[in-house]
């Protein structure tokens, strides 16, 4: 099987209407159209045709499949449609979520910078003087306490 794709535009032209198989009143088979009380042919099976096909199960279904061609055309187009609308669908979900994973990446380096920061200042403040300012070292130390939480 071939991966091209049948040109369905070669198709525009053909009988409009539902197609069926029809026996006509001289004995013979048509695949048409019933259109005001009649019918439009588009194949046509003679009285000796007729009889000859209607016994072998294979004509049979042969006809039937001819008759179903423009519903089948109908819903390889519908298919098709589909089939865009998914390959539409999946590149979208697929670009939002490069951007949704290049959001996280910007997030995780600033997270990350942060962290580096805090370890710093917990670095830092563990090198705290001794002295007189005891009071202002206990606001360092709950400073040094919270960035060593941050940190970890």
Avoid: C, Y
């Avoid at 013979?28 to 009889?51: A, L």
């Avoid at 590149?91 to 600033?110: C, F, G, P, S, Y």
């Amino acid at each position: 099987m071939s991966n091209e794709m049948i040109d369905l535009n070669q198709f525009e032209a053909m009988t409009n209407g539902k197609w069926e198989v029809i026996d006509t009143p001289a004995g013979g088979i048509d695949i048409g159209v019933r259109h005001n009380g009649g019918h439009i042919p588009v194949v046509t099976f003679t009285q000796g045709m007729g009889e000859q096909v209607r016994k072998i199960e294979r004509d049979v279904a042969d006809m039937n499949a001819i008759a179903a061609v423009p519903e089948l055309i109908a819903e390889l187009k519908d298919l098709r449609w589909k089939h865009m609308q998914v390959l539409k669908a999946r590149k979208d979900w697929r670009d939002e979520a490069l951007r949704l994973a290049q959001t996280i990446d910007k997030k995780n380096v600033r997270e990350n910078a942060l962290l580096d920061a805090l370890r710093i200042i917990r670095d830092d403040l563990d090198d705290q003087p001794t002295g007189p300012n005891a009071d202002l070292f206990e606001h360092i130390e709950k400073i040094r306490d919270f960035a060593n939480d941050a940190s970890q």
